[in-house]
């Protein structure tokens, strides 16, 4: 237990030690840290690997305004040759700091490449998320439209609150690709989805709610050759489950 509370505290230490080298604390955060880092040799090692970081980055960007500052010299002592006596002589950038600066740089690229990744993905997962819990609301607070089950394995629900509807379906064939279709009150099909359930054989999604629906149908399209079978802009084959807007 004590080596815990040790840890929980001393993550607080760990997290002033990059504001500290950053020069980022305040005055009586400063005097706590030091006055810690008197006493904790773990935290002392800690600063001096991040002034070393702090201080090759420091270099890579020095040695970048070096490079573009003698290509601006370059470019104007070409531009007026009148002048090239007076120009005070260029620092020639060494071949190593240009591979410093180029590794500098391509570190930065990647690392905003695998931000932007991350930031997609993040994004992703967030939609996925808000619809599982508006599903999940929906689903204990919509009104309940009338099923009728064609298919014995097939139970479902769905539910609607106005603007969206909800579908959890149960007992599908993983390997089955399937068709959501809900029609109008004309018979026309105002919204389709094709899917392949979940392992365990599932639908459950939360979709916007088409203007005057009146059925849903899910169907397991005929079998045309391909495997599994496409589902086809109307429903084909058999339907699995049906349901009826009260
Ligand atoms: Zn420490």
Redesign the pocket.
């Known amino acids: 237990m004590a080596r815990m509370d040790r840890a929980d505290g001393?993550r607080y230490?760990e997290g002033l030690a990059v504001a500290h080298v950053l020069g980022g604390l305040d005055d009586s955060e400063g005097r706590v840290f030091r006055a810690?880092l008197l006493e904790?040799a773990?935290?002392r090692a800690r600063v001096g690997e991040l002034r070393a970081i702090a201080h090759d980055l420091a270099d890579v960007e020095r040695d970048e305004h070096r490079v573009r500052a003698a290509q601006v010299i370059e470019t104007k002592r070409r531009e007026s040759d009148d002048a090239e006596d007076d120009l005070e002589e260029a620092p020639t950038p060494t071949r190593a700091s240009r591979f410093t600066v180029l590794g500098g740089l391509l570190f930065l690229v990647g690392l905003s490449l695998w931000n932007f990744t991350l930031h997609g993905e993040m994004t992703q997962l967030e939609a996925d998320n808000r619809n599982l819990v508006n599903a999940g609301v929906l689903r204990e607070t919509g009104t309940e439209w009338r099923s009728a089950i064609s298919d014995g394995d097939v139970q479902g629900v769905v539910k609607e609150d106005g603007e969206d509807f909800v579908v959890a379906v149960d007992g599908l064939d993983p390997a089955q690709r399937y068709g959501l279709y809900v029609k109008d009150d004309s018979g026309t099909i105002a919204h389709r989805f094709y899917f392949g359930p979940s392992e365990e054989g599932r639908l459950y999604r939360l979709f916007p709610l088409p203007e005057n629906a009146d059925r849903l149908l899910i169907s397991d399209p005929e079998d045309t050759g391909d495997t599994p079978a496409e589902p086809d802009s109307e429903p084909s084959g058999d339907t699995v489950f049906e349901a009826r807007r009260p």
């Open positions: 001393h230490f810690h904790c773990d935290c």
